[in-house]
């Protein structure tokens, strides 16, 4: 039954195949039948993994092997409060990444919510309201205004129906249903409109229909499925943090290995050589890398809450920071999700409406000129026809009002109850002062003829003074049929063949704009004239105008985009909406070129794999997609190496999201589903928040590379100091308990303040670096060793020229190791404002971090104690230092930060490369053939 394409049927050959009855149902003993070979109407969940495997699995990574590791070598030299501090780490991290993951489990959860609970279903003649979740192919559902679609329906019986479909489809209002059969093969969902969906809304009229799939058969279904059956991807800094941590333990041992056996070759006592070669190999391995990445992305977290941004998922904040492609869906994305007319034609006029989402503030413009309605007969009179044709309500919500301002100083907020495109037209009118509320005592309704999908046309007769009126609004190729005469030049003339053509012209040069169109007509009944008959009172109509309308696009959306492009990140649109309306909204806000390339849900099917993959660079519109297709666009970007966003709100854009490098729901339009497959939420809905958002992300990863950079430079001087004092045959520079001290008074706190550090002034003009792209790349590689060499080849200098003069006594050795001791740590604290810029020291003014000041300031009262307090000197082997030791000590600590500072200088600069509009360029190519 779910494989058969119900929409092409008639209700008899539906019926037929269903096997009921239209007036009695299924019997009870049928229905159990069907209910045993179907399965129940509910959404089934994935084989779920419990809570404590779900833990335990975060205790697998490499890097918490490691750590693991570490705290061993710790535990064994004595040091039990670092033993203790990585154990904390190693539990915390664990838990932020149980939270995780657990949170992402529960999408499914949110999207059987979605499903209703009952459902009212006609069983052997008798109406009956039964839990939905029994409900079998082949039952008759009655169904009315306000009902949530129990499984996917056929409809056989409509009266005025209306779904709201946004959800599911992506369109933008409540579409019309109806029961004919449709004729094509591979109709889009959304256009499937004698077809009711498991999950939608019904917003107005009534319906009967048959159940024809049910449970993981529905289209909700193969959503859930999708979603069980999509794999979410390992983040850019998870990859790259798990490849830091096996380069890192293997370098590590390996010179840690070369230093020992250099030292015992050279003459060094074993067991002292075996402690220091221990104490290297934990000095080595920065364990409070993944600590410091931690508390960098849960600062950024914090600063990207303050911009509306929330994060789920934390190492989503990077990735992020390197997305290249954005799909952004359309309705209440880009758009405002809320309908408004823009433009209004009336007397061969064209005029223009201001003004934003259902706010009543705005202006009627011809030309750019406010047009005064009380001195133009056809405008106001098209204003009330829209009024009063219409039973949409708009609503004033009051903010709460701030301290010390008065209640009417507030801000309110504007909302329509009913149907948006009613809405749309009470909004209209609101603007030009044409109220319902000023209306009222002049005009009551008394007849009302609902819009029918048939007729295409709603009318009402409304009663005043001077007699009766009908008004009429409808489709405007239907409703200048039923008019004889036409409102132009404040006149009431006769409807021509000529001015009907103009109407048509007007009519297609908006709907070519993408705006729906509605036309608008009246006439004054006579007092003899009967009301009861619709086709008698539809008829002899006085035309008076056109509305066009449409969800209009943020205003802050266009800024956003521009962006986007400057930063190097394509935008591209997918939404379930017509064509037509995606492009004009595209060109609109600047994602389609003059000469772009859009397609719809149908082109895309009958496109293989590889032929979306050679053309997906050129693509900025993907119409009328459905939620398969999203996941394929999805999932060609990434196979051409794009990191992919994807933005959406509704159930069928959570498989996409999910799938994609980073997944942004909608906070207030969104869907539970969406959500909880989502990494990021944005609290505004606002588009422009992603930009935000990515600058974020690029600062945060930026800055996870200068603390790599800091504390590996400094690592990496460490060891040389030992090794190359091996090598040639000196005495130990450090003892191991001051190896341990340096890496204590060093690595934290500086690390820390990197990770809070303000980004640099150009980082949004560059282009997103490669998803694959190596931690080490862009020179960082080359500024760790070199620096490193530095450090350690000029702290062995102030260790031997020490050393020489001291003599050949023990005082002068532990003087020459005090020296070196001191040299090291103010060589690396140097060093920390040297990783601010990408550059040099020179080209970033070093007081501007406050809490990397203070973190250095930190740093050296931890060092100074173990120089001059007497009793812990004995401990660390150190000797206080006089004002000639300070000066060498300072002279070579600076000397690898001034001079590569120095050599940047006088070097050329290198020319820094712009952002691209990544992804493919708008081509000279034709636009697909609708």
């Known amino acids: ?58 205790f697998k990574d490499f890097m918490v092997l490691v750590l693991a590791g ?56 008798q109406v009956e309201l039964i839990p939905a979740r029994w409900l079998v192919p082949g039952d008759i559902v009655v169904l009315e205004s306000g009902d949530r679609v129990p499984a996917d329906i056929r409809f056989i019986e409509t009266n005025g129906l209306y779904a709201e479909e946004s959800a599911l489809t992506g369109e933008s209002v409540p579409v019309a249903k109806h029961t004919a059969p449709l004729e094509g093969e591979d109709i889009p969902l959304g256009d499937q409109r004698n077809v ?172 750019g000129q406010h047009v005064d309605v009380r ?41 329509i109850k009913g149907d948006p495109t009613e809405g749309a037209l009470v909004v209209l009118g609101a603007k030009a002062g044409v109220t319902q509320q000023s209306l009222e005592g002049l005009y009551r309704r008394i007849v009302e003829f609902p819009f029918d999908s048939e007729r295409k046309r709603m009318s009402v007769i409304v009663e005043h ?45 908006m709907a070519k704009n993408a705006l729906r169109v509605l036309g608008l007509a009246y006439r004054d009944l006579k007092l003899t004239e009967r009301s009861e008959e619709e086709t008698a009172v539809e008829s002899q109509l006085v035309f008076v105008g056109l509305t066009g309308m449409i969800d209009p696009p943020r205003k802050e959306a266009r800024e956003a985009i521009l962006k986007c492009r400057k930063a190097g990140i394509r935008t591209v649109m997918i939404t379930g ?69 994807m933005t959406g709100d509704g159930v069928n854009d959570a498989p996409a999201i999910k799938a994609a490098d980073i997944g942004i729901a909608m906070g207030i339009s969104g869907t539970d589903v969406s959500k909880e497959a989502s990494a990021l939420v944005l609290s505004d809905d606002n588009f422009a928040t992603i930009v935000s958002a990515i600058e974020e992300g690029r600062g945060i990863y930026e800055n996870i590379r200068k603390f790599i950079r800091y504390l590996l430079a400094s690592n990496v001087g460490e060891i040389l100091t030992m090794f190359l004092a091996m090598l040639a045959g000196l005495p130990l520079p450090l003892v191991p308990i001051q190896i341990l001290w340096v890496n204590l008074v060093t690595d934290g706190l500086p690390a820390m303040a990197l990770g809070v550090d303000q980004a640099e002034k150009d980082l949004m003009q560059q282009k997103p670096r490669l998803a694959k792209e190596n931690i080490f790349a862009r020179r960082l590689g080359w500024k760790i060793i070199s620096r490193g060499i530095l450090i350690g080849l000029c702290t062995l200098a102030a260790f031997y020229i020490t050393l020489k003069q001291g003599g050949d006594g023990p005082g002068a050795l532990v003087k020459a190791q005090s020296v070196a001791f001191v040299t090291l740590v103010m060589a690396q604290l140097i060093h920390v404002f040297d990783c601010r810029s990408s550059r040099s020291i020179f080209h970033r003014n070093p007081l501007q971090n406050k809490w990397l000041v203070m973190a250095v300031v930190s740093s050296l009262l ?35 930060t001034f001079l590569m500072g120095i050599g940047s200088l006088m070097s050329k600069p290198r020319k820094r490369k712009p952002a691209s509009y990544g992804g493919g360029g708008a081509k000279a190519m034709k636009p697909v053939v609708r």
């Open 465 to 509: 003074q001077g007699g009766r009126m009908v008004c009429t609004k409808g489709a405007p190729d239907v409703l200048v049929q039923q008019c004889a005469y036409v409102l132009w030049d404040d006149k009431i003339i006769p409807f021509t063949p000529t001015l009907k053509q103009k109407v048509m012209a007007a009519n297609e040069g």
């Open 70 to 125: 570490a705290t061993l070598v710790s535990g064994l030299l004595g040091e039990y409060l670092d033993a203790v501090a990585i154990i904390a780490i190693i539990i915390m991290n664990g838990i932020l990444g149980f939270v995780q993951e657990f949170r992402a489990e529960r999408s499914l959860r949110a999207l059987k919510e979605l499903s209703a609970p009952n459902a009212k279903v006609l069983r052997e003649g």
């Open 375 to 415: 001195k133009n007969q056809m405008l106001r009179r098209l204003l009330q026809v829209s009024v009063l044709c219409n039973n949409a309500e708009l609503r004033e919500e009051r903010a709460e009002s701030k301290k010390n301002q008065p209640d009417d100083e507030t801000e309110g907020v504007w909302s």
């Open 196 to 367: 009711g969906f498991m999950g939608t809304m019904l917003t107005r009229g009534t319906a009967k229909g048959v159940v024809v799939r049910t449970g993981m058969a529905t289209e909700m279904g193969k959503i859930a499925d999708l979603i069980q059956n999509t794999d979410a991807t390992e983040t850019p800094l998870q990859h790259r943090l798990e490849q830091l941590g096996k380069i890192l333990i293997v370098v590590a041992l390996a010179l840690t290995v070369m230093v020992v056996v250099a030292g015992i070759l050279h003459g060094q006592e074993p067991y002292g050589m075996f402690l220091a070669g221990v104490s290297l190999a934990v000095a080595a391995i920065p364990e409070g890398l993944p600590a410091i990445v931690t508390i960098a992305l849960a600062l950024g977290v914090q600063r990207m809450i303050q911009r509306k941004a929330i994060v789920r998922k934390l190492p989503s904040v990077e990735t992020l920071g390197c997305a290249s492609v954005i799909c952004s869906d359309k309705t209440g994305t880009l758009t405002q999700n809320k309908m408004a007319v823009t433009h209004l034609w009336t007397g061969g006029e064209l005029l223009e409406v201001t003004g934003n989402g259902y706010d009543p503030r705005g202006d009627i413009l011809k030309q």
């Open 577 to 645: 909406d017509h064509q037509t309306t995606a492009e004009a909204i595209a060109r609109q806000i600047g994602i389609l070129p003059q000469d772009g390339l859009a397609l719809n849900g149908q082109q895309l099917s009958a496109m293989s794999d590889d032929d979306l993959d050679k053309r997906i660079g050129e693509v900025y519109v993907y119409a009328r997609v459905s939620p398969e297709h999203k996941l394929r666009i999805v999932k060609s970007l990434q196979r051409q190496g794009h990191v992919v966003a």
């Open 1 to 58: 039954m779910s494989q058969k394409k119900w929409y092409q049927m008639s209700t008899e050959e539906t019926l037929q195949s269903s096997g009921t009855e239209p007036s009695k149902g299924l019997t009870m003993e049928e229905s159990e039948k069907r209910l045993a070979a179907y399965g129940k109407n509910e959404l089934a969940e994935g084989q779920g993994v419990s809570p404590v495997t779900l833990f335990l699995n975060q």
């Open 862 to 896: 931890l060092m100074l104690p173990v120089l001059y307090v007497e009793k812990l000197q004995p401990i660390f082997k150190t000797v206080p230092l006089g004002v000639m030791d300070w000066v060498l000590v300072l002279v070579f600590a600076g000397i690898p």
